[in-house]
């Protein structure tokens, strides 16, 4: 195990993707689950705060410590077992998202969730609930854990399996490899009706164990192995990203795409199913012309879409996507289509070089672009995007929108060139939060809450939900020394 325990040494451990810097008194690296408990043990018999480091990719700061010990999982990243009959993976936490499906895929089998950012560790996934692009027709990672071996703060573990443990009346009861039981009231909050959210710990009338620490943000245990579920590889895909003149071609579009999918899913027509809907606005256009300068000049707007297909299905499902398109009036001679690997590699970089490129401009301005992660119910989205492109013509704020929007779930990046902009850019997002929130939405459908959005959480659950949250993380972690200042202010927990 390796300990840093000088500044100089550590530094790049104190902030992550958010560009928030905290501080630390020590850096522990372990490199087995018996080096993990030892620290954390000792942590919390001195009430030290620690702080679980994945790739610290997040957007958040929930790997941002604020003294006290960081725990980095970088050296548990081995792929332990994989059942290719079964189809399913054994992982240490800290294996590298896209590490993990390069192996799968080599092999025929699919890890579906699908982050932007795939440098990121198996582990940090799960403590968020990661989900991404293909999350319209795969969903997040929770569906795909099946087994959890969790470090608690008093260095007991839990070994827990899907299907095997269940809350009964809002209680649920857990026997640590110590042999205490923990008996844990949940929430009494009810989700948001959204396809994603990352907004608090998980509540339903009938909980699984393992769900209870996904998404919970490192502030429940340390999740130290996990068993992931696999599927079968698709055949092929068929892919495209088309543009639109009007606007309101393109959400007509998007709506009978996502339709015709949840038919198609269901069992009711033999038809298109889309596996990803991201949507890009006149302004994410003009960002991404800088490097893809045949981004035809005229469109206001674009879909990207995916498809899988097989060798049997592949020319009916086209000439269906082309048939929904030419319906819409989509800009068909300026679009891009493919059904091989290689152009949808490029075309899955245009949407990642998007982040890039926003990120490229802001820093010129020594500014932080402040960026939405709202979604809500499918029947409101069309008021929340108004509402978003009312208040940011008002603001006058440059910006880009782009995202999930086949999850009714957009990014909207505000990017202030100066101070007083970046206070403007804070009281809109502000004013995006209370509308998703008064539409029925969740402020965070993927990126986690962190210490970034923590005071935006208490606007969407009220201070009575957020004290039965703490008080669900203190039957878990008594002491509070795991993620302080995660999902809630501090001030709660003391």
């Given at each position: 195990?390796?300990?840093?325990?000088?500044?100089?040494?550590?530094?790049?451990?104190?902030?992550?993707?958010?560009?928030?810097?905290?501080?630390?008194?020590?850096?522990?690296?372990?490199?087995?689950?018996?080096?993990?408990?030892?620290?954390?043990?000792?942590?919390?018999?001195?009430?030290?705060?620690?702080?679980?480091?994945?790739?610290?990719?997040?957007?958040?700061?929930?790997?941002?410590?604020?003294?006290?010990?960081?725990?980095?999982?970088?050296?548990?990243n081995k792929l332990l077992?994989?059942?290719?009959?079964?189809?399913?993976?054994?992982?240490?936490?800290?294996?590298?998202?896209?590490?993990?499906?390069?192996?799968?895929?080599?092999?025929?089998?699919?890890?579906?969730?699908?982050?932007?950012?795939?440098?990121?560790?198996?582990?940090?996934?799960?403590?968020?609930?990661?989900?991404?692009?293909?999350?319209?027709?795969?969903?997040?990672?929770?569906?795909?854990?099946?087994?959890?071996?969790?470090?608690?703060?008093?260095?007991?573990?839990?070994?827990?399996?899907?299907?095997?443990?269940?809350?009964?009346?809002?209680?649920?009861?857990?026997?640590?490899?110590?042999?205490?039981?923990?008996?844990?009231?949940?929430?009494?909050?009810?989700?948001?009706?959204?396809?994603?959210?990352?907004?608090?710990?998980?509540?339903?009338?009938?909980?699984?164990?393992?769900?209870?620490?996904?998404?919970?943000?490192?502030?429940?245990?340390?999740?130290?192995?996990?068993?992931?579920?696999?599927?079968?590889?698709?055949?092929?895909?068929?892919?495209?990203?088309?543009?639109?003149?009007?606007?309101?071609?393109?959400?007509?579009?998007?709506?009978?795409?996502?339709?015709?999918?949840?038919?198609?899913?269901?069992?009711?027509?033999?038809?298109?199913?889309?596996?990803?809907?991201?949507?890009?606005?006149?302004?994410?256009?003009?960002?991404?012309?800088?490097?893809f300068p045949e981004v035809?000049?005229?469109?206001?707007?674009?879909?990207?879409?995916?498809?899988?297909?097989?060798?049997?299905?592949?020319?009916?499902?086209?000439?269906?996507?082309?048939?929904?398109?030419?319906?819409?009036?989509?800009?068909?001679?300026?679009?891009?289509?493919?059904?091989?690997?290689?152009?949808?590699?490029?075309?899955?970089?245009?949407?990642?070089?998007?982040?890039?490129?926003?990120?490229?401009?802001?820093?010129?301005?020594?500014?932080?672009?402040?960026?939405?992660?709202?979604?809500?119910?499918?029947?409101?989205?069309?008021?929340?995007?108004?509402?978003?492109?009312?208040?940011?013509?008002?603001?006058?704020?440059?910006?880009?929108?782009?995202?999930?929007?086949?999850?009714n779930h957009l990014h909207?990046?505000?990017?202030?060139?100066?101070?007083?902009?970046?206070?403007?850019?804070?009281?809109?997002?502000?004013?995006?939060?209370?509308?998703?929130?008064?539409?029925?939405?969740?402020?965070?459908?993927?990126?986690?809450?962190?210490?970034?959005?923590?005071?935006?959480?208490?606007?969407?659950?009220?201070?009575?939900?957020?004290?039965?949250?703490?008080?669900?993380?203190?039957?878990?972690?008594?002491?509070?020394?795991?993620?302080?200042?995660?999902?809630?202010?501090?001030?709660?927990?003391?």
């Amino acid at each position: 195990m390796q300990v840093k325990t000088y500044k100089d040494e550590f530094e790049s451990y104190l902030k992550d993707a958010s560009n928030l810097v905290g501080y630390a008194d020590r850096v522990f690296i372990p490199e087995t689950t018996d080096e993990i408990i030892e620290i954390i043990s000792k942590a919390n018999a001195d009430r030290i705060p620690v702080t679980i480091a994945g790739a610290r990719t997040g957007t958040v700061g929930g790997a941002v410590p604020f003294g006290g010990y960081v725990i980095s999982l970088e050296r548990l990243n081995k792929l332990l077992e994989l059942d290719r009959k079964n189809k399913k993976a054994t992982v240490q936490s800290g294996l590298i998202l896209k590490d993990f499906q390069r192996i799968v895929e080599s092999e025929g089998l699919f890890y579906p969730p699908d982050p932007t950012e795939w440098s990121c560790q198996i582990g940090g996934n799960i403590a968020t609930n990661a989900s991404g692009a293909r999350s319209f027709k795969y969903g997040a990672t929770r569906p795909y854990v099946q087994r959890l071996k969790i470090v608690l703060a008093d260095g007991s573990i839990l070994d827990i399996e899907r299907g095997k443990i269940f809350s009964q009346n809002g209680i649920i009861e857990l026997e640590t490899s110590k042999g205490n039981v923990i008996r844990a009231k949940l929430p009494t909050y009810r989700q948001p009706m959204v396809r994603k959210n990352t907004s608090g710990y998980f509540t339903a009338d009938k909980v699984d164990a393992v769900d209870i620490f996904i998404g919970s943000e490192g502030t429940l245990g340390l999740v130290v192995e996990a068993e992931l579920k696999l599927i079968d590889k698709p055949e092929a895909f068929f892919s495209g990203i088309v543009f639109f003149k009007e606007e309101t071609d393109l959400l007509a579009c998007v709506n009978e795409a996502r339709n015709l999918s949840f038919a198609s899913r269901s069992g009711e027509i033999d038809s298109i199913d889309a596996t990803l809907l991201e949507y890009f606005d006149r302004q994410a256009l003009r960002f991404i012309a800088k490097k893809f300068p045949e981004v035809p000049g005229k469109a206001c707007s674009a879909l990207f879409f995916e498809q899988e297909t097989t060798e049997k299905s592949e020319d009916k499902l086209l000439q269906m996507w082309l048939e929904l398109f030419e319906k819409h009036n989509a800009l068909l001679e300026d679009s891009w289509f493919t059904t091989n690997e290689q152009d949808r590699d490029r075309m899955r970089h245009f949407r990642h070089a998007l982040p890039v490129a926003v990120n490229e401009t802001i820093a010129r301005y020594n500014q932080r672009k402040v960026g939405t992660d709202m979604a809500v119910p499918d029947e409101n989205f069309a008021c929340l995007l108004r509402f978003y492109k009312l208040k940011l013509e008002e603001s006058r704020l440059d910006y880009v929108i782009f995202g999930h929007i086949g999850d009714n779930h957009l990014h909207v990046n505000l990017l202030p060139k100066t101070e007083e902009e970046a206070v403007k850019a804070r009281h809109v997002y502000g004013r995006f939060v209370a509308q998703a929130i008064m539409l029925g939405g969740t402020i965070s459908a993927e990126h986690g809450i962190g210490k970034h959005k923590r005071k935006y959480l208490y606007m969407q659950m009220g201070e009575r939900y957020i004290n039965e949250m703490v008080a669900f993380k203190k039957t878990f972690d008594p002491n509070a020394i795991l993620g302080r200042g995660n999902l809630f202010d501090t001030k709660f927990l003391d």
